[in-house]
């Protein structure tokens, strides 16, 4: 059987679908421990984690586990001691992911905007789109660029060909739900 590598989007969003404030940080809104929890858990779930340059920064890699940093500074796909680099622009996706994983494994996109953008023309084969309810970030950074009024990202994630799952109830108490869409067949 040819190798599959099925990417999986991860994000926590406000009411107003943003990711991170007006500085590019994550506010204390948006966190919440079991949502973290089960993030972690389902980046141990897959075998590569694709994300920006920036949040690879902003993030140590404490798990050691293999990332794939996007960034136009790499010249195509390259190996550095602290994962692969990958510019999209050099190297397309096929190429870089068979070369990452040759046989095959489950991806992991945390973002953020550019990256979830990215993988949003190069195709989800799921989206955990988990809300923070009444939260909203003024003038934040949005999950992707498209959104906007009357373009939220229930939309852009239907206008991709995924179809909704039943909420589940991350917290209930402070009201952060996931909906798991897929990509159906
Ligand atoms: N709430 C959430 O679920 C969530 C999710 C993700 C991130 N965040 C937060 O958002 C912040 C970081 O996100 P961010 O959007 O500002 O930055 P980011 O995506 O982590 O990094 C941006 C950088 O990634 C590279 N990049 C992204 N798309 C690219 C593309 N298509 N081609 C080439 N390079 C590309 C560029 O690097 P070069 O400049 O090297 O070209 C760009 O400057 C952090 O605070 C993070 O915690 C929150």
Same mark, same amino acid.
């Given at each position: 059987?040819?190798?599959?590598?099925?990417?999986?989007?991860?994000?926590?969003? &406000?009411?107003?679908? $943003?990711?991170?404030?007006?500085?590019?940080?994550? =506010?204390? &809104?948006?966190? !919440?421990?079991?949502d973290?929890?089960?993030?972690?858990?389902?980046?141990?779930? $897959?075998?590569?984690?694709?994300?920006?340059?920036? @949040?690879?920064?902003?993030?140590? !890699?404490?798990? !050691?586990? #293999?990332?794939?940093?996007?960034s136009s500074s &790499?010249?195509?796909?390259?190996?550095?001691?602290?994962?692969?680099?990958? !510019?999209?622009?050099?190297?397309?996706?096929?190429?870089?992911?068979?070369?990452?994983l040759?046989?095959?494994?489950?991806?992991?996109?945390? @973002?953020?905007?550019g990256?979830?953008?990215?993988?949003?023309?190069l195709?989800?084969?799921?989206?955990? #789109?988990?809300?923070?309810r009444?939260?909203?970030? =003024?003038?934040?950074?949005?999950?992707f660029?498209?959104i906007?009024?009357?373009?939220?990202?229930?939309? #852009? #994630?239907?206008?991709?060909?995924?179809?909704?799952?039943?909420?589940?109830?991350?917290?209930?108490?402070? @009201?952060?739900?996931?909906?798991?869409?897929?990509?159906?067949?």
């Amino acid at each position: 059987m040819s190798p599959t590598w099925p990417v999986v989007g991860l994000a926590i969003v &406000s009411d107003d679908d $943003c990711i991170a404030d007006e500085t590019g940080s994550t =506010p204390a &809104s948006l966190r !919440n421990d079991a949502d973290w929890q089960r993030f972690q858990a389902e980046l141990d779930a $897959c075998a590569v984690t694709v994300l920006g340059r920036l @949040g690879h920064v902003a993030h140590g !890699n404490a798990r !050691n586990r #293999l990332r794939i940093v996007v960034s136009s500074s &790499s010249p195509g796909l390259e190996r550095r001691p602290d994962g692969w680099w990958w !510019n999209p622009a050099a190297m397309p996706w096929p190429q870089a992911i068979a070369r990452v994983l040759p046989d095959g494994g489950r991806v992991a996109v945390p @973002g953020g905007q550019g990256v979830f953008d990215l993988f949003l023309t190069l195709g989800y084969a799921e989206f955990h #789109l988990t809300r923070a309810r009444s939260v909203r970030v =003024p003038r934040g950074r949005t999950l992707f660029s498209g959104i906007g009024p009357g373009r939220t990202a229930e939309d #852009l #994630l239907a206008a991709a060909a995924l179809v909704p799952g039943d909420p589940v109830a991350v917290d209930a108490t402070a @009201g952060v739900t996931m909906v798991p869409w897929v990509r159906p067949g």
